[in-house]
Each structure stands twice: as structure tokens, then as C-alpha cells.
């Protein structure tokens, strides 16, 4: 219980970065949704690019975020304060983070060399031969991410939340600034700015890190490169594999979509509308924050399995909650995007379903991860990539960003029943599946009730009506799963 409390507190500060900044990155789909006409194409044109940074983001840092904490702490004999393999003096973390940062390093370099040097051919091929600085600013974009990742991973690692959150949400703010600055009291309306003031904002917050960088013991360790390679090249091939399962569809729709000059201005109507089901997104990645440390510090007690059992059915509640308080409270919600993009709004509830399959997903890959056998989570995440790709490319042409919407749910579907189905054989935990069930067929069935409100009634109405049946949830949950007595604070008023 002790760890699920610190779970779910290092949960709440890493959500607050998370939420918080998502809700106020939320600010502008709105600004680019209305200063950047539908006609243009040119929010298409941002959702398409940064889908190609998030790939190569995961490519440069090479799965060494989740290899920092599995070397971190797993100290060799008497390394633990003091580092191994001639690294006297040395904190073993500090050596874990040398020899990774080293890679990164290295791989970032790689990357701004061949872009800066290839701009012209890589613009050709991409379609932006006219704008070949989108790609350049965005490459430095990436760059700068790729060596922050390793540093707010070290903070996670340290348990330094809150300074892992302040970054985050001065990065937020500042980049909301600078587009309310460009975009309202400037009157730009170009795609062009919102790289400009991202890779700004990036080079900013890179500053923050140099104090950081400089307290480190740096040694890098040959043999544990070796290991650290071995067992982060599985998780790349995860990564590439997870990240295609999030963006292939913004990559591949420009390409496969029948008329070349609506596909950008389609792609903008999905991608302004999969904003909203970010939440989801949100969730998952406040969960994976808190969730990955405490994994692998606990790999090694007696009660690992009840812990990780329980650790998922919470999950899933919450997930499932938050799954209805977006569908229900739409009525206000689609006012987060222009009135000319809300075409899309029916892809949310789908593309939400496809978030929740991909987070219950991350927490069946603990098991391959515990036993060193990253390349179940590779096979895995390949498949449902696969099943994603074809889904895309053979039903884009007809049903447009439907297909990339039912797409993610065959896509991540798929990844996730090979994962629980083998995890069951090989490390198998005993997940309390009736609960689950029962929480999911609730959610379907209040879902399906939502949807027969009349969409004629008045807002407020609407609104009253779906909040109704959301309660109706939460009541499930106390009576079953969390009963207010064991609630903080609150807590003591309900209790005998």
C-alpha cells in the first residue's frame, strides 16, 4: 500500500506537468486553428512534421531512457555509491547516465550533420522543397529534445518530481507566450512561427540542464555500453514500432490520400480533433512517469505481482473515467478547436479507445522488461504496427481520417492482446480480469446511452443529462474499488 501511495503521488505531480501543460497546450488549437485557415493546409502541414520529429526523436535517444533506469539501479557487487570497472570515486547511476548520454550524444550529432548537409534532398522528398527551413528549425528541435530526454529521465530516476514538472510547465508557458505574442498581437498566420517559437522555447529550457550536466561524475564504461546496447536495441525497435502507432497515420496520409491538395487540409481537421483525446495520452504518460522508476526498484519484492495486478486495474478505472468525461462533456469541449475543423469530432471517442488500449499496453510490457526480453515487446509493437499500416494504407483513399482513427484501435489492439497472451505464459500476473471486464462493459453501456441524448436539447442539458450517468460511474468505483474512507483528508469523516 505504501508503494501505491507514493505511486499515486509522484503520479498527481508528474500528471500536473502532463495535464496541466496539455490543457494549456490546449490554448492553441484554438489561436492555430483560427488564425491558420482551414484552406491552407497549413495546420495539416504542422501535424505532419511533428509526427515525423516524434519518430526521430525515439531514434536518437535509442531506448536509453528505460535502459538508464534498468542499469541504474541494478548496481554491480560493491558498486552501489561508489562506481565499478575502474570508476572509483564514481556514483554507478552517474556512470549509467555517462555511457548513456555518450550514445545519444553521438546519434544527435549524426542526425544535424545529415540534415544540414542533405536539406535540398530530404525537402524534395518530403514535399516541402519550398520551405526546406521547417525542416531545418525542427531538426534542431529534435536535436535539443533528444539531449534533454536523458537528463528529465535522470530526474525521475533521483525522485526530483517537482523539479521535473517546473521544467515542463516553463516550457509550456513560455511557448504559449511567444504564439499568443505571434499569432493575436503580431497577426501572423504562418506554420512557419510555431517552429520558430518551439525551437526558441527548446533552447531555452536546454539552458536549465548545464548546472545538472556539470555535477555529474562523467565515465564511460566500455562493458557496459556493450550490456546497455544489448538490451536497449529491443526497446528501440519498441519505440519505433510504439511511435509509428501514434504518428503513422499523420506520415502516411499526406502520401496515400486520393487528392494531394485536400490532404493536408483533411489532415488538419484529424489532427485538430485527436487534440481533444489527448487526455487519454495524458494519463498514460503521468502513469509511465511515476510507474517506471518504482517497476524496476520493486522487481525484487515478495509482493511484485499483486502490485502490478493492482497497479493496472487502477489504470484502467481512471482511464475509463476520464473516457467518459470527454464523450459526455464534448458539447463544451469542441469548442477547443475552430468551428471549420469540428467536422472530425465523431474520430475522439475512437481514437480515446485506441489511447486506453496503448496504455494497458505499457503496463502488460513490465513482464519482457523484468527478464531482459525486449524482443517480445519489439515483435509485438512490429505486428501491431503492421496491422496499423495496412489499415491506413489500403482504407485511407475511401474513408479519409476514419481509417487512421479505427486504425490505432487494430493497431494497438493487436500489440496488446500478443503481449498479455504470451506475458501470461512466460511472467504471468495475476490481473483481476472479471473487475476489469465489469469496468469496461459499464463504460460501453453508459457510452451507448450518451450517444441516445438528444443532440436537439440545449447544451447545459446535455450536459446535465451525461454528468448523471457519469456519477452513476464513480459510484461503482467507491462501492467497489475505492471506498471514501480511505480517501486523504476527506477520508476521516466517513470512517466509524
Known amino acids: 500500500m505504501a508503494n501505491l501511495k507514493s505511486l499515486a503521488k509522484d503520479t498527481a505531480i508528474y ?22 485557415p482551414k484552406a491552407t493546409g497549413d495546420y495539416g502541414i504542422s501535424v505532419n512534421v511533428y509526427a515525423y520529429t516524434a519518430l526521430i526523436l525515439v531514434l536518437l535517444t535509442f531506448g536509453m531512457e528505460t535502459t538508464l533506469f534498468r542499469y541504474a539501479n541494478d548496481a554491480p557487487s560493491g558498486a552501489e555509491g561508489a562506481a565499478s570497472s575502474g570508476a572509483v570515486g564514481r556514483a554507478w547511476p552517474d556512470t549509467v547516465f555517462s555511457t548513456a548520454f555518450a550514445v545519444v550524444g553521438t546519434l544527435t550529432a549524426v542526425f544535424l550533420l545529415l540534415v544540414f548537409g542533405l536539406t535540398g534532398p530530404i525537402s524534395d522528398v518530403l514535399g516541402y522543397q519550398e520551405h526546406p527551413e521547417y525542416l531545418q528549425m525542427m531538426a534542431a528541435v529534435v536535436a535539443l529534445d533528444a539531449l534533454q530526454a536523458l537528463p528529465f529521465s535522470y530526474l525521475r530516476f533521483q525522485k526530483r518530481p517537482i523539479r521535473f514538472a517546473s521544467l515542463k510547465l516553463l516550457f509550456i508557458v513560455l511557448n504559449i507566450g511567444l504564439n499568443l505574442l505571434y499569432f493575436v498581437v503580431l497577426g501572423k498566420t504562418s506554420v512557419y512561427y510555431v517552429f520558430f517559437i518551439n525551437l526558441l522555447c527548446t533552447t531555452f529550457i536546454t539552458f536549465f540542464f548545464i548546472p545538472d550536466l556539470f555535477r555529474i561524475h562523467w565515465h564511460f564504461d566500455g562493458s557496459l555500453l556493450k550490456k546497455m546496447l544489448s538490451y536497449s536495441w529491443p526497446i528501440l525497435i519498441l519505440g519505433i514500432a510504439g511511435i509509428l502507432n501514434q504518428v503513422a497515420d499523420k506520415i502516411v496520409f499526406p502520401l496515400v490520400y486520393p487528392d494531394e491538395g485536400e490532404a493536408n487540409v483533411q489532415l488538419g481537421v484529424y489532427g485538430s480533433c485527436v487534440k481533444i483525446a489527448m487526455i487519454m495520452a495524458m494519463i498514460t504518460q503521468a502513469f509511465r512517469y511515476a510507474y517506471e522508476p518504482i517497476v524496476y526498484a520493486k522487481s525484487r519484492d515478495a509482493d511484485k505481482s499483486e502490485y502490478y495486478a ?49 496504455g494497458v499496453y505499457f503496463n502488460l510490457s513490465f513482464w519482457y522488461k523484468l527478464i531482459d526480453k525486449t524482443i517480445y515487446g519489439a515483435w509485438f509493437s512490429l505486428i501491431g504496427c503492421a496491422v496499423l499500416f495496412a489499415v491506413n494504407i489500403i482504407f485511407i483513399p475511401k474513408y479519409g481520417y476514419w481509417a487512421c482513427a479505427w486504425g490505432g484501435v487494430a493497431g494497438y489492439g493487436t500489440a496488446m492482446v500478443l503481449s498479455y497472451v504470451v506475458g501470461q505464459k512466460k511472467n504471468p500476473i495475476p490481473y483481476p480480469l472479471k473487475d476489469m471486464a465489469l469496468y469496461v462493459l459499464c463504460t460501453a453501456l453508459l457510452f451507448t446511452v450518451m450517444e441516445f441524448v438528444p443532440t436537439s436539447w440545449p447544451d447545459p442539458l446535455v450536459i446535465a443529462a451525461n454528468t448523471v450517468l457519469i456519477c452513476g460511474f464513480v459510484a461503482l468505483i467507491v462501492k467497489k474499488d475505492l471506498p471514501l474512507s480511505s480517501l486523504p483528508v476527506i477520508g476521516k469523516k466517513f470512517r466509524r
Open 15 to 36: 500528471g500536473l506537468s502532463s495535464i496541466v501543460g496539455r490543457f494549456l497546450n490546449y490554448m492553441l488549437v484554438p489561436l492555430y486553428t483560427h488564425y491558420m
Open 310 to 358: 493492482s497497479a493496472m486495474k487502477y489504470f484502467l478505472i481512471f482511464t475509463l473515467l476520464a473516457f467518459l468525461c470527454v464523450v459526455g462533456w464534448m458539447p463544451w469541449l469542441q469548442y477547443i478547436i475552430g468551428e471549420d475543423y469540428r467536422e472530425g469530432l465523431g474520430v475522439v471517442p475512437i481514437v480515446m479507445v485506441a489511447e486506453i488500449m496503448m
